[in-house]
């Protein structure tokens, strides 16, 4: 049983479009975080949220925190092929250890 | 450099073979966690230390694996008996904390090969 369920798995687009990738769960999290990870190289912490509701910007990246902290989601304005990588998020919910997604692989065709 | 170094960054071994994976943490941070990753998959946990003492080893799938963290600073991931079904990208990350609010930075990781 996946803890987090990301969706879409794939997502293709070209330059300039808007996109936006969801990640849910039935469990309650203290903290969730988004990572973008490149081929060949570990994940790099994008944002953490932490607060139900919560929304933060990172130039044309926008991170929402679910009231009730079970989901979240990520929105791309305007994607760049430099926007290219496996997206994930992961969770905390037993306060040692983070739980990840499989991830969104998102390509940007210029 | 200052990040987190994972060796060997490729290991090619045979079906029964034992193996070690070798992680350097980020100077002075205290929380150590190890991940497999499938390709195409998320990160799986696999084990967590906390200084020197694994605080959470749940995620080992079997009693082949084992890891140590003898001085609470590198830790050495070890397979007995390895699987094909072994076969993954091994990540470590380091934290300065033990919180999970805290960033998580990752080795780029040691591709494992069965054959």
């Known amino acids: 049983t996946q803890l987090l369920e990301q969706s879409p798995q794939f997502l293709s687009i070209q330059e300039g479009e808007n996109l936006t990738v969801y990640c849910n769960s039935s469990s309650v999290f203290s903290s969730l975080q988004w990572y973008r990870q490149e081929p060949g190289e570990g994940p790099v912490l994008l944002v953490t949220v932490v607060t139900g509701g919560e929304v933060k910007k990172l130039k044309r990246l926008t991170f929402q925190f679910g009231d009730a902290r079970k989901d979240s989601s990520l929105h791309i304005t305007a994607a760049q092929p430099g926007d290219t990588g496996l997206y994930l998020c992961a969770g905390d919910l037993s306060g040692s250890r983070l739980t990840f997604g499989e991830g969104t692989q998102l390509t940007v065709n210029p | 450099g200052a990040g987190v170094s994972q060796t060997p960054s490729n290991k090619v071994t045979e079906k029964g073979k034992y193996v070690e994976l070798r992680c350097d943490p980020i100077s002075g941070h205290t929380a150590l966690y190890w991940y497999r990753q499938s390709l195409g998959q998320g990160p799986e946990f696999l084990i967590y230390?906390?200084?020197?003492?694994?605080?959470?080893d749940s995620g080992l799938p079997n009693d082949r694996f084992f890891a140590v963290r003898p001085e609470g600073s590198v830790s050495t991931l070890k397979i007995q008996r390895t699987e094909r079904g072994d076969s993954a990208v091994y990540l470590c990350?380091?934290?300065?904390?033990?919180?999970?609010?805290?960033?998580?930075?990752f080795g780029e990781g040691s591709r494992l090969t069965v054959l």
């Open positions: 990350a380091s934290s300065r904390t033990s919180g999970t609010t805290g960033e998580l930075f």
């Open positions: 230390f906390q200084g020197t003492g694994a605080a959470d």
